[in-house]
T-cell receptor
Framework: DVKVTQSSRYLVKRTGEKVFLECVQD?????MFWYRQDPGLGLRLIYF???????EKGDIPEGYSVSREKKERFSLILESASTNQTSMYLC?????????FGDGTRLSIL | QKEVEQDPGPLSVPEGAIVSLNCTYS??????FMWYRQYSRKGPELLMY????GNKEDGRFTAQVDKSSKYISLFIRDSQPSDSATYLC??????????????FGKGTSLLVTP
């Protein structure tokens, strides 16, 4: 079974902090994705990566960056956290279809 | 127009009922169609995946794709309280390593009552 692990289930941070969300997959997948999920808005793509050190912007990249130094690990970085970044963050990976998701990180910015 | 439309519900049915969940889409380039189930405070879990028109069955679940009408459905037979969750449809254009992401519906909340 595919395993996508997000390092934290719940996280509370303060505005202005730099926040790191980590995601690890164990299936040697090339592609990895970061989404955020908000009530009424559904899942929205922030960034994705199709190879080590490669990244592409998704639909809502503003205020975020990513890092992929190793194939199995994809990090999402909030450069200066703001309250409107309070959300559920979901990581996914795939080789071909379909995508497999982690259990999410519920991030609160105070 | 949103690329993928899905009625958010909530949909409430009695145990044992047949449930029908639906999505419509506007982009005829979509080729791969998925249904995910998401329990509260958990990530989406893949239920069904298909890339062709027609029906695909897996136990109590049947996924149906009608590309001519741009309409997909998920049927749940003999629904159980454990089926209570949010169901997300998703679709994408290519099956390649180019990193094409999924286009999601907003999810339908289902409650199966004992």
């Amino acid at each position: 079974d595919v395993k996508v692990t997000q390092s934290s289930r719940y996280l509370v941070k303060r505005t202005g902090e730099k926040v790191f969300l980590e995601c690890v997959q164990d299936m040697d997948h090339e592609n990895m994705f970061w989404y955020r999920q908000d009530p009424g808005l559904g899942l929205r793509l922030i960034y994705f990566s199709y190879d080590v050190k490669m990244k592409e912007k998704g639909d809502i990249p503003e205020g975020y960056s990513v890092s992929r130094e190793k194939k199995e690990r994809f990090s999402l970085i909030l450069e200066s956290a703001s309250t409107n970044q309070t959300s559920m963050y979901l990581c996914a990976s795939r080789s071909s279809q379909p995508q497999h998701f982690g259990d999410g990180t519920r991030l609160s910015i105070l | 127009q949103k690329e993928v439309e899905q009625d958010p519900g909530p949909l409430s049915v009695p145990e044992g009922a047949i449930v029908s969940l639906n999505c419509t889409y506007s982009n005829s380039a979509f080729q791969y169609f998925m249904w995910y189930r998401q329990y509260s405070r958990k990530g989406p879990e893949l239920l069904m995946y298909t890339y062709s028109s027609g029906n695909k069955e897996d136990g109590r679940f049947t996924a149906q794709v009608d590309k001519s009408s741009k309409y997909i459905s998920l049927f749940i037979r003999d629904s159980q309280p454990s089926d209570s969750a949010t169901y997300l449809c998703a679709m994408t254009r290519l099956n390649s390593n180019s990193g094409y992401a999924l286009n999601f519906g907003k999810g339908t909340s289902l409650l199966v009552t004992p």
